[in-house]
């Protein structure tokens, strides 16, 4: 079980001084855009998002010496040639962005203004174009941790994922009015974190987001959030952050004069409400309830989610 996000430095070149070194300033220029680095067992990638919506990834395998260029099949048929090597170009980025930008059928992954729109601003607020005094830095996001093989992931993300989701299941047991009716084909939980920040002092915040149309993914975001820190909590992650943030600042994708500072062991978890309606019964309402609910009947998941800070789209306190 791991969490290492860092390119080689042979992909870290082709993005600083290689045949890609116009993308992170493309980016940048692009108030709609967003950008991701990292890698898995096995690829390593760089990613254009467009919110929540990936319009464009280069990527080879981790042993391979091919670039390859992809992403989601509606948006290879706006611009096939974008997704070839020689083709991969800002003047063929800019056309897909545009046409994308132009056409209602992607609202919902950007101009809705919902979840994505405000992963984008943050990340880049906090992150791409964060100033050096920033109060912290978002340094990743959309996070998968990393697991040897399937056997560890069963005994580790597995059984923990089956015990959160058993409790989410009695909890709308007692009360199918209030929380919905109980199914045992429950959404993922744990899966994938929307990002993750480091502040001043070294802490490291695990940050989920929520729009405030969505009341139940606000209120139920407790078992989402709580087993996020539960699986960080298992994983010495110090120096991978540390490497990640360094090679980004390096790439012009963190700025490269914020202090690094000493990293603590302990991760903050998180809940972002984006514009979040003060009369709305979903928070703090019905959120302290699950999380009562919780207390009183999964000591071991409480500990999880008792802490969790939760806050506006501008990172103010939110009072519970």
């Not at 003047?91 to 209602?104: P, T, V």
């Not at 005994?155 to 007692?174: F, W």
Request: aromatic share 12%; glycine share 4%.
């Amino acid at each position: 079980m791991y969490y290492n996000r860092t390119i080689s430095n042979n992909f870290a070149n082709e993005l600083k001084y290689g045949q890609f070194k116009w993308l992170i300033p493309y980016v940048k220029e692009h108030d709609d855009l967003d950008i991701l680095t990292g890698k898995n067992d096995s690829i390593e990638f760089c990613s254009v998002y467009r919110g929540t919506s990936r319009i464009a990834r280069i990527y080879k395998s981790v042993n391979g010496y091919s670039w390859l260029i992809d992403a989601a099949n509606p948006y290879m048929k706006i611009c096939p040639e974008l997704f070839s090597v020689e083709g991969f170009n800002k003047d063929n980025l800019e056309y897909l962005r545009s046409h994308i930008a132009a056409q209602n059928q992607f609202n919902r992954y950007y101009n809705n203004h919902k979840e994505g729109y405000y992963q984008n601003l943050l990340q880049r607020k906090y992150g791409i174009l964060a100033p050096p005094t920033s109060k912290l830095l978002i340094f990743d996001k959309e996070i998968v941790i990393g697991y040897s093989n399937q056997s560890e992931k069963k005994q580790i993300y597995g059984i923990n994922q089956d015990r959160y989701q058993s409790v989410k299941i009695n909890l709308k047991a007692s009360n199918p009015k209030s929380y919905g009716q109980p199914h045992n084909n429950q959404e993922i939980l744990g899966n994938e974190l929307d990002l993750m920040a480091l502040d001043k002092e070294g802490y490291i915040h695990l940050m989920e987001i929520k729009h405030s149309s969505n009341p139940s993914g606000i209120y139920m975001s407790p078992f989402q959030i709580g087993l996020y820190k539960r699986l960080f909590d298992m994983i010495d992650i110090i120096n991978a952050v540390k490497d990640l943030i360094i090679q980004k600042q390096d790439l012009g994708l963190l700025p490269h004069d914020w202090p690094i500072p000493t990293i603590q062991k302990q991760v903050i978890p998180e809940l972002i409400i984006c514009e979040f309606k003060a009369n709305s019964q979903c928070y703090p309402s019905k959120y302290n309830e699950v999380v009562k609910y919780i207390q009183n009947n999964a000591s071991d998941i409480y500990k999880d989610v008792k802490d969790i800070v939760v806050r506006d789209e501008h990172l103010n306190h939110l009072c519970r």
